[in-house]
């Protein structure tokens, strides 16, 4: 399984981004993703995810990210709006296939393929 994050960036507070991440090597749709981000200082921590077509958010980002998947394509998208200076981290997306757990985790630990991470700056 291989992963392809890309779309980050430097963009000033109030501005968007789109994430996206490209998988190869699975059977894309029975796949659970997710988007965790991370910064030097702190753990790694769950921003969207997504089974099937439903998406589920950490609180801090509800309203503002949307995340979405692309089957025929393989990929996933995380559409992130009114970014603010605390979204800077590097970005990383994961999969897990769907039918290991019987919910979507946003548990890091939980997840066992990643990719490299991408980088979002937001700019005061």
Same mark, same amino acid.
């Given at each position: 399984?291989? @992963? ?12 968007? @981004? ?6 190869? +090597? ?6 659970? #993703? ?9 753990? !790694?921590?769950? *921003? ?5 077509? /439903?998406?589920?958010? =950490? /609180?801090? *980002?509800?309203?503002?990210? $949307? ?7 393989? $990929? *996933?998208?995380?559409? #992130? ?5 605390? /979204? $800077?981290? *590097?970005?990383?997306? =994961?999969?897990?296939? %769907? !039918? ?5 985790? &946003?548990?890091?630990?939980?997840? =066992?393929?990643?990719?490299? +991470? &991408?980088?979002? $700056?937001? %700019?005061?």
């Amino acid at each position: 399984v291989q @992963l392809q994050a890309s779309g980050g960036g430097l963009v000033q507070a109030g501005g968007s @981004l789109r994430l996206s991440c490209a998988a190869s +090597g699975v059977t894309f749709s029975r796949y659970d #993703m997710a988007w965790f981000r991370q910064t030097p200082r702190e753990e !790694r921590e769950f *921003v969207a995810g997504i089974r099937w077509s /439903d998406g589920y958010y =950490a /609180d801090s *980002v509800k309203g503002r990210f $949307t995340i979405s998947r692309d089957n025929a394509k393989n $990929t *996933v998208y995380l559409q #992130m709006n009114s970014l603010k200076v605390e /979204d $800077t981290a *590097v970005y990383y997306c =994961a999969a897990n296939p %769907s !039918r290991w757990l019987t919910l979507p985790s &946003t548990q890091a630990g939980e997840f =066992a393929y990643w990719g490299q +991470g &991408t980088l979002v $700056t937001v %700019s005061s």
